[in-house]
Each structure stands twice: as C-alpha cells, then as structure tokens.
C-alpha cells in the first residue's frame, strides 16, 4: 500500500490516496528506463481491512484544475491559503458526483471539519421537491 501525491501545477500537491501496488515493470523509452507503476484505489476500514474503491470517486485532475483556478486557490468559506482540501459540495456516500467541478470546491481543514456534522441525508426521491420548496419558501436546508 502506497500513498500518492500528485503535483496539480507548480507549487501545488495533492494527495491522491491509497492505492495497492498491483505490478510494476521496468520500460525501456529508447533513451532510459522507467519505472511503471500499477495502482488500484484502496480505502482502509476499521472493520473490514482494505477495501477497493471505484475509480469515480477519485477527483480527476482536471476537475481539480478547474476548481482551483475558480477559487483561486483559497477556501472558498473563509479565504484562507494554507492546508486546503478538495471538498464535495454533495459527498460521494450521499450521492454527490467527482467528476464534475460543479460538485467540488476548496476548503480549508478548519472549514471542511466543521461542515462534516451539517450533511444530512436526504431520500432521492425527495430531494428535488425539497430544493424547490427551499427557493420559494426560503427554507434553510442546513
């Protein structure tokens, strides 16, 4: 099991995950060899040991790009610079999609740890009537 970091643009990491190591070769690209690595996305559960994740949920990086440059690299609650995460606006486990910038956006830890105890589950089906009622009636979903 490895952790990966990828670099987003100068000056910018982030960190991808953990993967489990499948394989990895060594390629000759005609002037030297490379070391090819093969990673599949792994989560680690209290209970259940490593358990595999779908590649769906990982935010590409060009979504990543996208929600940098429009936040311009801060928290987008509180303006701060340092320590930022990629947030889903709608979490994944609640139905919230990765690959779209529409549904991420950056937080600071600080931001994005006090939001965790807002998300509230709500049934499919009932969620559009929900929202609809909210901009008519002004009802705070949160």
Not at 84 to 102: E, M, R, W
Request: aromatic share 10%.
């Amino acid at each position: 099991m490895v952790k990966v970091y990828e670099k987003i643009m100068s000056g910018v990491w982030c960190y991808k995950g953990v993967f489990q190591l499948v394989d990895a070769k060594i390629v000759h690209d005609g002037s030297r060899n490379v070391f090819k690595y093969y990673l599949h996305p792994v989560e680690k559960k209290l209970l259940q040991g490593v358990v595999d994740i779908p590649f769906t949920r990982m935010i590409p990086t060009q979504v990543k790009l996208q929600v940098w440059n429009r936040d311009k690299g801060c928290c987008v609650l509180c303006n701060e610079k340092k320590n930022l995460h990629f947030d889903h606006d709608i979490p994944y486990a609640k139905g919230g999609t990765s690959l779209s910038a529409n549904n991420v956006r950056i937080l600071c830890a600080k931001c994005n740890l006090s939001k965790s105890d807002k998300i509230m589950a709500i049934a499919p089906w009932f969620a559009p009537a929900l929202l609809a009622a909210s901009h008519t009636h002004r009802i705070n979903l949160v």
